[in-house]
């Protein structure tokens, strides 16, 4: 089954579509944000209200916190196969100007993938 293209969807020339990128840089940012919210709660519940460790409650944040982390870990992973995909397919058509630009704007987006990794 071949995968329809809409007129104003982009496609690069990797196996993600610019759409499905900016979804995936969308759900990255919003898991982060919830896995921020989920080490402040938990530290709250066991450091300042003196919750037990074995508690209903913090057993469901830390499944929730663990399921969010996964997530993100694998959507960048999978990010990051796509933009070595493109740096080693799609750089031999382009100009030299170009091509410095991309390996540029790849290495910026490989350090920031590190960053968001620690």
């Known amino acids: 089954m071949k995968k329809k293209n809409n007129a104003n969807q982009k496609t690069f020339c990797g196996f993600l579509t610019e759409k499905e990128v900016v979804l995936l840089k969308k759900q990255i940012q919003f898991n982060s944000a919830w896995v921020d919210r989920y080490i402040k709660v938990i530290d709250l519940l066991i450091n300042k209200e003196k919750c037990p460790k074995d508690a209903n409650t913090l057993l ?41 630009v991309g390996r540029i704007k790849s290495r910026k987006q490989a350090l920031i993938a590190q960053l968001a990794m620690k």
């Not at 916190?65 to 070595?84: G, Y």
């Open 60 to 100: 469901s944040l830390r499944r929730r916190f663990q399921i969010a982390l996964d997530e993100s870990d694998t959507f960048r992973k999978v990010l990051w196969r796509h933009q070595q995909w493109l740096s080693t397919h799609c750089d031999e058509s382009l100009d030299a100007v170009s091509f410095l």
